[in-house]
């Protein structure tokens, strides 16, 4: 394979997992009851419940009170609910950093190994490196505190994604240019 469609395999997977994953958005709709308590306060009640994906600009229509009734089905939801649907940003930007750290896997040792002086390349594969770093992080801080669940994959990724585009900007600035022999056998 040339050395100059491996930088751009990289970032059509980067921009085509963004790309499909506007069409697949995480709606989810909630039956929210807001009642007085003793002290004179406002509680809110929330039901919530997942819808299909969709996509981003295309929302679902809020589901009927029955629909909640059938999916809480252990008793009667209060009366006096209003019903919105919303979009779960956080699960659909952990789905879109799940399918980049995947690909990570992948393009990292590629990089690194076999197209070492490539900068394109080696800038996106650092942008990859940053979130297999983040997510090896997020998993050992998920073992020293014993394991009560992921703590804040979000945080983590997002920090991956940061610190990997640094490293990136900081080896495209500071990266050798291949050679004219190297570029010659790169048109081979």
Same mark, same amino acid.
């Given at each position: 394979?040339?050395?100059?469609?491996?930088?751009?395999?990289? $970032?059509?997977?980067?921009?085509?997992?963004?790309?499909?994953?506007?069409? =697949?958005?995480?709606?989810? /709709?909630?039956? #929210?009851? *807001?009642?007085?308590?003793? *002290?004179?306060?406002?509680? &809110?009640?929330?039901?919530?419940?997942?819808?299909? /994906? &969709?996509?981003?600009?295309?929302?679902?229509?809020?589901p009927?009170?029955?629909?909640?009734?059938?999916?809480?089905?252990?008793?009667?939801?209060?009366?006096?609910? #209003?019903i919105?649907?919303? =979009?779960?940003?956080?699960?659909?930007?952990?789905?879109?950093? @799940?399918?980049?750290?995947?690909?990570?896997?992948?393009?990292?040792?590629?990089?690194?190994?076999?197209? &070492?002086?490539?900068? @394109?390349l080696?800038?996106? $594969?650092?942008?990859? $490196?940053?979130?297999?770093?983040? $997510?090896? @992080?997020?998993?050992?801080?998920?073992?020293?505190?014993?394991?009560w669940?992921?703590?804040?994959?979000?945080?983590?990724? #997002?920090?991956?994604?940061?610190?990997?585009?640094?490293?990136?900007?900081?080896? @495209?600035?500071?990266?050798?240019?291949?050679?004219?022999? *190297?570029?010659?056998? /790169?048109?081979?």
């Amino acid at each position: 394979m040339k050395k100059r469609l491996w930088p751009l395999l990289v $970032a059509l997977f980067y921009m085509g997992t963004l790309f499909w994953m506007t069409f =697949h958005g995480r709606w989810g /709709s909630a039956y #929210v009851v *807001e009642t007085d308590t003793l *002290e004179g306060e406002v509680a &809110r009640h929330r039901f919530m419940m997942d819808l299909d /994906s &969709r996509p981003l600009w295309d929302p679902p229509h809020a589901p009927a009170r029955s629909a909640f009734e059938a999916h809480f089905s252990r008793g009667s939801l209060p009366d006096g609910g #209003v019903i919105t649907v919303f =979009h779960e940003w956080d699960l659909w930007l952990h789905g879109v950093l @799940a399918a980049w750290w995947v690909g990570s896997l992948l393009i990292v040792p590629v990089s690194f190994l076999v197209y &070492r002086r490539n900068r @394109a390349l080696g800038s996106l $594969a650092r942008l990859g $490196a940053g979130l297999v770093v983040a $997510a090896l @992080a997020c998993l050992l801080f998920w073992l020293a505190i014993g394991g009560w669940g992921p703590p804040a994959p979000l945080f983590f990724g #997002v920090m991956g994604l940061l610190g990997g585009s640094l490293w990136a900007s900081v080896y @495209a600035r500071n990266a050798p240019a291949a050679s004219a022999a *190297e570029e010659a056998d /790169s048109h081979a």
